[in-house]
């Protein structure tokens, strides 16, 4: 029930990206508006660089989280974008599991933009790497290196500009809630896993664009499930270079969080 719930004020709070039919004409987005759970992996690039300040509130099973993160991305050259993001975060845990505080694993990507194959659709493909940064005795990290390879399209309708991605992640073996003062840690055997991910950004205005996005991955870890987020968001620029953004997400399937809450501002140029 309590999912259902959650997953209802998702729907809800995406309802008028799509249900509005009249009002001003909407201008197409671009590398300065963007998804949420697939930032990274996404068929854009940013105009020059990308400077986020994120806040992450997890509802978890079975730990919650508070995590301050930082999301980089920059245009080295023309039609290649390279970024990173990583965190501290503080955990709660409802059972007999480890908690406390520490870093995040860090993510680095680079991809390709390789332009628009017409007027509606443009596409880019590239790589992310996972390095074990985070503290895995806290629940903030997977203690894994993982390697990730991704392609993704845009299409642009007269209202909506759709977005997909594929890719196939390769996870390396790791532990969680390990160290030497948490016995109870365990063992992972990590397994290739597959990535498929849903979005569309509904420019309002100038200066207001609604998101909505759906999330898959299947199994990552051996005898773990997999991964199923609905999310919907919002980014807001009131002025010309800084933007506030913000998400509720909501997970539908046991190897997901059950609800996740962002909020942040980004400064992009």
């Known amino acids: 029930m309590r ?3 959650l997953a209802a004020a998702c729907l809800l709070l995406a ?20 998804l949420f759970l697939t930032f990274a992996e996404e068929a854009a ?31 080295p050259w023309e039609n290649v974008e390279v970024g990173g993001r990583v965190g501290f975060g503080n955990t709660d845990s409802s059972n007999d599991f480890p908690d406390g505080s520490g870093a995040t694993d860090l993510d680095l990507w680079g991809k390709f933009h ?18 074990p940064t985070g503290d895995d005795t806290a629940g903030l990290g997977d203690d894994s290196f993982d390697l990730a390879g991704f392609g993704s399209v845009r299409f642009r309708t007269d209202q909506l500009i759709l ?23 365990f063992d992972t055997q990590g397994k290739t896993s597959v990535l498929l991910s849903g979005g569309a950004l509904y420019p309002v205005s100038d200066v207001l664009t609604l998101t909505g996005e759906a999330y898959f991955e299947s199994e990552r870890i051996e005898g773990a499930d997999s991964d199923f987020r609905l999310g919907a968001g919002v980014n807001w620029r009131p002025w010309n270079r800084g933007m506030l953004r913000g998400a509720l997400i909501v997970g539908l399937s046991d190897g997901a969080p059950d609800a996740q809450i962002l909020a942040s501002y980004a400064y992009t140029f």
């Open 114 to 131: 390789f332009g628009a194959a017409n007027a509606q659709t443009e596409f880019a493909a590239g790589a992310l790497v996972t390095v």
């Open 15 to 34: 309802l008028p990206a799509f249900a509005q039919a009249g009002g001003s004409q909407a201008h197409p987005t671009s590398g300065q508006d963007r």
């Open 45 to 75: 690039v940013v105009p020059h660089q990308w400077w986020e300040g994120q806040l992450e509130f997890r509802d978890g099973n079975p730990i919650d989280a508070t995590i301050l993160r930082g999301i980089v991305a920059l245009k």
């Open 3 to 5: 999912k259902a719930c």
């Open 163 to 185: 977005s997909g991605v594929a890719g196939v992640r390769f996870n390396g073996d790791g532990q969680l809630f390990g160290g030497d003062n948490s016995p109870d840690g």
